[in-house]
Structure formats: C-alpha cells, structure tokens
C-alpha cells in the first residue's frame, strides 16, 4: 500500500490527536476518581468526628456521670447543631430503622421505616462495622431531581445507632465537567495549529519532492541539461536536489562513455571476426589429422582385438582338454583314494577281528590250563581211589577167609553151630559180592585213569595248538598294523593327490574363465573400436560444421 507524502504528513497530528484523547481520557477518568475520594475522605472524617463524640458521652453513661437518656439527648443536641459544606448534617438511626437524629426534617425523627432502602443501605453498613454508601435522592431546592449522595456510616454498638454524614456528589460532576470542557477546547486548539503547520510544511516538502521527480524523469529520458531545483528551505530537500544533480551530470558522463564503447565495440567485432576465420581453419585442419590418426589407432586396436579373440580361442581349447585330463586323474586319484579307504577300513576290521581272536586264545589257554589241572587233580584222586580199592580188596580176603574158618568152626560144634555157620555162609557171599564190586570198580577206575591220561596229552596238544595260534595272531596283528600304517600313508599320498589335481582343475578353470574374459573383452575392444571409428567420423562432421558455422558468423 503506498500513500503520499502529505497523507503520511497530516497523519501525524492525526495520531498525536488519537493520544491526546486517549490521554484526556485516563486524566478525566483518574481526576473525577480523585474528586470523589476526597469527598469520602471529608464525610470520613467529620463522621470519625461525630463518632468521638457520642463514644464521650457512652463513656460518661457508662462511668454512672449521666445517666444513658441524658448522654443521648446531650449528644443529639450537640451534632443537630453541627453544619458542613452549607446545608450538609450529621444523622442518625437504630438498627429497627427509627430516625433518632435529622437536623433537615425534626419532624422524621422517632419515625420507623423499615421498607426504606436508604435506611436499609445505612444499617446494614453500620452493622458490617461501617462503610461508604451512595444513593440517590432528593436535594433542597432542586425539586424532585434526584441527585446523587455518599455517605459514610459508623456504627455506636452500645446504643445500636447507625452514625453518617452524607455530601451531595454534584459539584464533583459539575467540577468533572468543567475541566474536561476546557481541556477539550485547548486540545482541538491545538490539533488545528498543528494541522495548518503540517499542511504548510506538507506542501513545501510535497513541491520540492515533485520537483525533484520531474527532474528526474527527465534526466531518464536523456534531457541531461534538465534543471534541478537545489535551493530548498529544508536541508534534506536541498541535499536530494544536489544528489540529483549530481546524477545528471554522471549520467552525462556515462552516456558519453558508452558512445565511445560503441566505436570499440564496432573495432573489437570486427577483429574478432578475423580470429573466428582463423580459429576455424586452424580447427579443421588439426582436427582433421587427429582424425585420421584416431582412424589409424582404431584400425590397429580392431587387428589386435582380433589377435586376441583368436589366442584366447586357442587358450580355451587347450584349457579344455586340460580340464577333461584333469578330471580324468581326478577320478583315478577318487578311485585310489576309495579303494584305499575300503582297504583301510577292511584292514581296520580285520585288526579287531584278530584283537578278538586274540582275547579268545588268551581265555582258552587259561581253560585248558585250568583243565589240565583239574585232570591232574583227577589222576591224584584216581590214585587215592586205587588205594582205598586195594584196601577194600584186602579186607574183603580176609573177610573171606575169616568166613571160611567160621564155616570150619561151625561145623566142627555140630548143631551148635548151625546158626553160626549160616551168617559166616552169608558173610562169605557178602565178602564175594564186595570183592566182585571192587573189581569192576577197579576196572572202570582204570579206565577212567587210561581216559584221563589221554585227556591230559589231549590238553597238551591243545594248549601247543593255542600257543600256536596265538603265535600266529600276534605276527598277523603287527603285519596287519604296518599294512595300516602303509594304507594310511597311501591315503594320505592320494588325498594330496586329489587336492592337487583340484587345483590343476582350478588353475585350468581360471584359465578358460580368463581365456572367456578376453574373448569378450576383445569382442567389446572390437565394438569399441567400431564405435570410436563412426564417433571420429561424427565428430569431424561436427567440426567441419562447426568451422562452417564459424566462417558464417565472422562473414556475418
């Protein structure tokens, strides 16, 4: 938004006159605040006043001096007498809403109004220990024009007396009133002084701005002898008229300048034309041999692209059949070390094969020890058996023979001995019969004597055959541990054999994915070359035209 200098000018006492309101306002407002206070501070003190007095004669009722009727009556005589600001009294009521004291109307007094809101306003204030009421009412000599009143109630709580003085707030409005419309008079005096100032000095400025602009206007358009008003009232007005002026003449100056910078400018163009033409020929012939050189460069790098691509071709193949010769060991060393692996493990099986065997010799060797002792044990026993056989034989002939002389002897008693005869005949087939027994035990004794000896040379041969055998395992087991250990060594040479035939099958699958990586990278060098070809030729198009261009600009 843009306005004028001489708006922005009268806006100024506008504002100063929006503050002086503004100021004459809160001056009103605080001066009638003011006027008021001091009346309730005048109706304060005249009451405090009249309440000192009645306290006098409340104390004198109370001290017994007067009596309380009399005390009364001396303090209402003394107050009804009592004026302040011309026809402004002291008064006083009860707490039932009984006049007791009105100097203006005797007649009131005794009087009880309960539904008065005055007397309402003034009890309760001098029951709430007191304070300052306004009302309106009624003023002497003013008809029935209600007028606003304060006054200030004190309470007498031993009598029950509801003590005021009340002013008449008139004047103060009439006082309030007077100074505003005197104060208002020298603002609006004032504010027009200061318009008419401001539009004389508005248009002073305003004239020697437009001025200036014209000047200025002028000076664009090229009038560079223009006039320039620089005798001004105002310093900065004179100081812009100089500023002006001084941008008139270096305008001149300037305009100067640039004519003569148009005649170099005609010089400067036309040597450059000459150095565009040289620029140009010079361009295309250099250009020219650098193209045929890049030609040159392009066609050697297509023959050694192409030279590549055919060694690479033979590196693949051969890399291929080293690859399948690779792979062929590879299976051969895979079969070595599978059947290597088979022997091992089958050697490994046989060791504890024979480990058991072993073990199983050991438990025989003891068994047929400890059947060789057992036999030996039983030939002793067979032995003893002989002897008791013998022993047994020897008692049975003697008690054959011992039978034989009883049978002599019973016969020789007769019938005596008949009895006797038949137990020795009987003794005697007992001591046959046992004899028999002894025999065929005797005999079988020495068949089991014959039986046993053989066992124990059969134990023999069994225990030289086990320790035999056992002979044999332990050479087996320390042969079958050296083949192990040959096995293992066998392993290990062709599992390094395998790990070597892997990286040959590395090495030559490096190879061939190299030999695949130049041959692509020859494809590409080809396909570069190619196009580094067609962009020479493009590029000395685009300089020829270029040149061309050029020779037409500097011919233009």
Known sequence: ????????????????????????????????????????????????????????????????EMSEADAKAAALDLLNDYRFDGENYIYATDYNHCMVLDPLSPGDVGKCNPDSRVRNMIVEAAKSGGDIITYETKKPGEGDKLIEKAAYVRPITEWNWALGAGVYMDDVQSEFVSIITRIVIISAIAIVIAGILSWIVGTRITRGIVGLNDSIRAIADGDYNAPVETDSRFIEIGDMGEGVLALRDKSAQAQKLENDAAGLKAKSEEERRENIRSIAS???????????ALDQSVKRSNDLAISMARNADGILGQSQH????????????????????????????INVQISQMSNTVERATDESQSASNDVAGLSATVEKIKEIIGLINDIAGQTNLLALN??????????????????????????????????????????????????????SRVSETIEQVRSASTAIAAAIEEQGAATQEISGNANRSADGVKEISNSVEDTMNNAHSTTQEADELKSASAELSSRSSELTQIIKRFSTDLLKQAGS
């Open 1 to 64: 938004m843009r306005f004028r200098v001489v708006t922005g000018i009268f806006s100024i006492p506008a504002i100063c006159l929006v503050v002086l309101l503004a100021i004459i306002a809160t001056v009103s407002l605080n001066y009638q605040t003011s006027l008021r206070n001091g009346k309730f501070e005048q109706i304060s003190h005249l009451t405090e006043g009249a309440v000192t007095i009645v306290n006098s004669f409340v104390a004198k009722a109370k001290s017994g």
């Open 322 to 349: 080293a690859a399948s010769a690779a792979g062929e060991v590879s299976h051969s060393v895979d079969a070595v070390a599978a059947a290597t692996e088979e022997l091992s493990s089958s050697i490994t099986e």
């Open 406 to 459: 009883a049978t002599i002897e019973a016969a020789r008693a007769g019938e005596a001995g008949k009895g006797f005869a038949v137990v020795a005949n009987e003794v005697k087939n007992l001591a046959t019969q046992t004899a028999k027994a002894t025999d065929e035990i005797a005999a079988q004794i020495n068949d089991i004597v014959d039986g046993t000896e053989r066992a124990v040379t059969g134990i």
């Open 282 to 292: 010079k361009l295309e012939s250099e250009v020219g041999g650098i193209a045929g």
